[in-house]
Nanobody
Framework: QVQLIESGGGLVQAGGSLRLSCAASGLSFSNYAMAWFRQVPGKERKFVSSINWSGTNTYYVDSVKGRFTISRDNAKNTVYLQMNNLKPEDTAVYYC????????????????WGQGTQVTVSS
């Protein structure tokens, strides 16, 4: 049974930082590209960032470039999203997703999803 479990969300003031983690189990983690998405109530889930299986290729949506950093530790079966200089518009439920391909990005299909972790940024 594949599980993706996100953690690290919470309430933070604008300008603050959070580090999200997504721990994977039940899959060969190093064979999967990983991504982070976010969703606000009443809106569609949107792509935020992705990383390839080896961690050598990353991709970010323009609104988070220079503020967010995605990384992975294949020995720990975990992908991270370091979020700095947070803004109120970053408030959302953040989801990690796994794709059984070399690369991941927006508009692609993903095989597994986590349950999400809430990030709230106050102004």
């Amino acid at each position: 049974q594949v599980q993706l479990i996100e953690s690290g969300g919470g309430l933070v003031q604008a300008g603050g930082s959070l580090r999200l983690s997504c721990a994977a189990s039940g899959l060969s983690f190093s064979n999967y590209a990983m991504a982070w998405f976010r969703q606000v109530p009443g809106k569609e889930r949107k792509f935020v960032s992705s990383i390839n299986w080896s961690g050598t290729n990353t991709y970010y949506v323009d609104s988070v470039k220079g503020r967010f950093t995605i990384s992975r530790d294949n020995a720990k079966n975990t992908v991270y999203l370091q979020m700095n200089n947070l803004k109120p518009e970053d408030t959302a439920v953040y989801y990690c997703a796994a794709r059984s391909k070399v690369l991941a990005g927006p508009g692609m299909e993903y095989d597994y999803w986590g349950q999400g972790t809430q990030v709230t940024v106050s102004s």
